[in-house]
């Protein structure tokens, strides 16, 4: 080769490695890497048609007020319009919304979930009268109504509702409590945009010296970065960014609080976590041994960290050194088709038709594959009665993270899928405290699949690590975000400031307790508690640890059993919220109203640790 050829060889290499790999905007993605929302709408039209034809129903509400107490026909009649409108709206809201996750930039998206979310506050003020109107009906008149047959359908709902008359206020008071609803939202709207739309973490330099934009899912795959220079550098560099908006986002979660707080005292409960565990009839007892459960497990917690601290070979270990693979050579890059087959095979105990499903969906056009400018960080599920149940992804193939985030998210699909199959629209829409049982179960086949098939003792420790982290980031992680959520509102309802700095102390207390002495906690860590989305739905997170705790047990009753088992599971997914999610669960197996079924997943964790121990 000429010196003049090898020179532009070199410069066009330097001009390859110094260019900065951006994310594309949404309209140069592929229509195949992208979700087809055509199960809820064609197009633009046809949304805007129901929802003009949603706006028509609201002020049908009126016709019905002062009525439901004359006749279980007159009740049936205005529970009826009420369920029409809450199906339609369910399917306007949930493409509104995966309008808006695609693209957060998207002004003509943004305009019609604004839209909607007026026209929604609309429908619950009209509404409002219909709880305390029935809460009203005497007892013996409304047993009367729930025998007639066209109540038949509503007996189950009736009955629930009942149990909310000691925090049901007057007619006036529940039309100014749905009046405030986009006030409420406010907080959340805001964090959403910052997060998705106007943080901007600049470019870093990768392991192979390639720059790229830091983001969200860049930041998520820079962590696990065999190059410590790497991850340190994404890990400050990221919490910049949060660092010059911490004030603003500090508000923006206190609002969230107070929110939750006054909603609570509002309706007469003793306190935000009484009322967020009201709904699904779950006892305080339950979270409370959750987090008791942990704590007595934080010792193996810290013997873990520092088997990761040797194993790497480092004098001290900082959040940074947490996520990148103990054992090196094994990660493999697993582009979506592989992806894919792979989370198809491993869930092949639960049967033919769960698999058939679940295949054609993932292969077609359930899921966005890929991240693009201002979508929406993370992953998750979004299912419908009337639509497919869409899958969001920021899919990296080189992250075996993402893989696991894959099969989860097409639990829940598949939880939405069997939910919406097997009930009507009454008793589909399950609940969270269930939708993390079935996404989590689906990461355990996936493990043991990928367990069974190691070809080497280096490929099961690299497979048993990722497990190790798999556990500590739902199980024990999750746990202490719990026990922040509950001390940050027990900080409020106590009347106290919860500032910028109140939040990282606490958080930081939080963080000294579950990473232990031996551990290297850089400042920038208690920023943490201001970047989770999830602390902007109260009460949230526990319900991953639990979910992972039945899913555990319930995968090993299902491996070791036969059909009934099976059947008791696939059940369970088809069960929706026609029961509450502790009696579904029971149903299906597993008691969560004992302690029993975290203390055996935190011993399946401890296990874990020292076969990997003894691997190392």
Request: overall charge neutral; some cysteine.
């Amino acid at each position: 080769m000429s010196t003049a050829a090898t020179k532009r060889k070199a410069k066009t290499r330097a001009k390859a490695k110094s260019a900065v790999r951006t994310l594309p905007p949404r309209h140069r993605v592929r229509d195949e890497d992208t979700w087809d929302l055509s199960s809820l709408y064609a197009d633009d039209e046809a949304w805007e048609k129901d929802f003009r034809r949603f706006e028509r129903m609201i002020p049908r509400f009126d016709k019905f007020r002062g009525t439901l107490g004359k006749s279980a026909e007159s009740l049936a009649a205005c529970l009826d319009h009420d369920a029409k409108l809450d199906r339609l709206g369910e399917r306007l809201g949930v493409f509104a919304f995966l309008k808006t996750a695609e693209d957060a930039g998207d002004s003509t998206a943004q305009d019609r979930m604004a839209r909607l979310q007026n026209a929604a506050a609309r429908s619950a003020q009209a509404s409002s009268f219909i709880r305390p109107e029935i809460l009203r009906i005497k007892k013996r008149t409304l047993d009367t109504f729930l025998e007639a047959k066209p109540l038949a359908k509503y007996r189950r709902m009736l009955s629930r509702l009942v149990r909310y008359k000691p925090h049901t206020l007057t007619e006036k008071e529940e039309r100014l409590l749905a009046m405030q609803s986009p006030v409420a939202a406010a907080p959340r709207k805001i964090f959403n945009q910052l997060n998705n739309a106007d943080l901007r973490f600049g470019t870093i330099r990768d392991e192979h010296g390639e720059q790229l934009e830091l983001s969200h899912a860049t930041f998520s795959a820079l962590l696990h970065s065999p190059k410590r220079a790497v991850r340190k550098n994404a890990f400050h560099q990221y919490y910049e960014e949060f660092d010059r908006h911490k004030n603003t986002i500090a508000a923006s979660l206190e609002g969230s609080i107070q929110n939750d707080v006054f909603s609570a005292r509002a309706r007469g409960f003793e306190s935000s976590l009484e009322a967020a565990l009201f709904a699904d009839d779950v006892p305080q007892t339950v979270y409370d041994n959750l987090v008791a459960s942990v704590r007595r497990m934080l010792p193996t917690l810290h013997r873990y960290y520092d088997l990761r601290r040797r194993t790497l070979k480092l004098r001290d270990i900082h959040h940074y050194d947490t996520y990148v693979p103990m054992v090196a050579g094994h990660e493999r890059k697993r582009p979506w088709k592989q992806a894919v087959r792979t989370v198809v095979e491993a869930v092949e105990p639960l049967g033919s038709e769960y698999q058939k499903v679940l295949e054609g969906g993932l292969t077609g056009r359930w899921c966005d594959r890929y991240e693009n400018q201002g979508k929406q960080s993370g992953a998750f599920s979004c299912g419908s009665y009337d639509g497919d149940p869409y899958i969001l992804m920021n899919y990296q193939p080189n992250v075996i993270d993402h893989l696991f985030t894959l099969a989860h998210e097409a639990g829940h699909s598949m939880h939405s899928y069997f939910s919406a199959k097997k009930q009507s629209f009454l008793d589909y829409d399950y609940t969270i405290f269930v939708a993390e049982v079935a996404s989590t179960f689906n990461e355990q086949l996936l493990s043991r699949y990928l367990l069974d098939r190691a070809k080497s003792d280096g490929e099961r420790a690299f497979l048993l690590n990722h497990e190790i982290d798999s556990m500590r980031a739902t199980l024990l992680r999750q746990t202490m975000f719990a026990e922040f959520e509950k001390v940050t509102h027990e900080i409020v309802e106590r009347n106290e400031a919860l500032t910028v700095d109140r939040f990282r102390s606490e958080y930081r207390t939080l963080l000294d307790a579950y990473f232990g002495e031996d551990f290297v906690l850089d400042p920038e860590l208690s920023l943490e508690c201001l970047r989770i989305p999830h602390f902007y739905r109260a009460f949230y997170v526990y319900q991953y640890a639990t979910g992972m705790s039945a899913a555990i047990a319930l995968c090993e009753r299902v491996l070791a059993g036969g059909r009934r088992e099976l059947r008791d599971y696939l059940g369970f997914l088809g069960g929706g919220c026609s029961k509450f999610p502790l009696e579904l669960l029971q149903d299906a197996g597993v008691d969560l109203r004992e302690p029993h079924a975290v203390d055996a997943a935190l011993a399946r964790f401890e296990t874990l640790v020292d076969e990997l121990e003894s691997l190392l």
